[in-house]
């Protein structure tokens, strides 16, 4: 059996007050409260902006011994460079978010949806990530989602994201010796509750993928209506059942 962890994407909503968040609690509290109810999350602010040290430090203390943070990778890497010439931001990205220490977890790639596919830029860029982490990409163009490239990323042992959202769904494929699964809203894009019949459908396809993996990590996006929190809730159970 894999190790799952299961959160959502991002916990800093102002309109999950009242709904998870209890209305008198302060926002620095926040990310205490959510760790008493999941074991990860994974970090968004990081790709509009580099997060401070302290900010880094900070969510470090503030989260219990195991919990475990996947961060987003900057937008200026993925989007701006385009994974071209990115040694020195690359660097000063990861050292920044080794303040989390023990509890850093994936680092997520997500390209533009107008990148398509090139194998020469990829397969350059996946040369200078540093082994020591664990690396996933997430596609937004179409164009990348075949086995070749799935291929190669399994030769650097680096993790595909596999994400659901209307209109385009990436095929549930575990390239490393871990997966990570992104659910943005299956019927309207972060605005759409999955269905407990969807998410028992889904538990059951990624614990067939598990069988052979260390980790699986998982987010819901959908924070609409904190329909990410009440989704995750319940396929944290059903994988658990």
Not at 135 to 151: A, C, G, K, N, Y
Request: aromatic content about 16%; hydrophobic content about 40%.
């Amino acid at each position: 059996m894999p190790e799952y962890y299961i959160g959502t994407s991002g916990w800093h909503y102002d309109h999950w007050k009242g709904l998870f968040y209890p209305e008198k609690l302060a926002k620095p509290k926040w990310l205490e409260f959510y760790a008493q109810h999941f074991f990860t999350v994974e970090l968004n602010n990081s790709f509009y902006r580099l997060p401070s040290e302290e900010a880094f430090v900070n969510w470090r203390e503030s989260s219990p011994e195991g919990f475990v943070f996947a961060v987003k990778v900057s937008r200026f890497i993925t989007h701006i460079k385009r994974l071209k010439n990115v040694e020195e931001p690359l660097g000063n990205f990861l050292s920044r978010a080794d303040f989390l220490q023990g509890k850093l977890g994936p680092l997520l790639y997500q390209l533009p949806p107008n990148m398509k596919r090139n194998d020469e830029t990829l397969e350059a860029f996946l040369a200078i990530l540093p082994h020591q982490y664990r690396h996933v990409f997430e596609f937004r163009h179409e164009s990348w989602i075949d086995d070749s490239v799935f291929s190669l990323l399994r030769r650097h042992n680096v993790g595909l994201c596999v994400f659901d959202m209307p209109d385009f769904t990436c095929p549930l494929v575990a390239t490393a010796d871990f997966a990570y699964i992104r659910f943005h809203g299956s019927a309207g894009l972060y605005a759409s509750c999955y269905s407990d019949a969807e998410l028992s459908d889904w538990a059951k396809r990624i614990a067939k993928l598990g069988t052979n993996l260390k980790t699986v990590y998982i987010y819901f996006n959908n924070d609409a209506e904190a329909y990410a929190v009440k989704n995750a809730e319940v396929l944290r159970q059903m994988l658990r059942g």
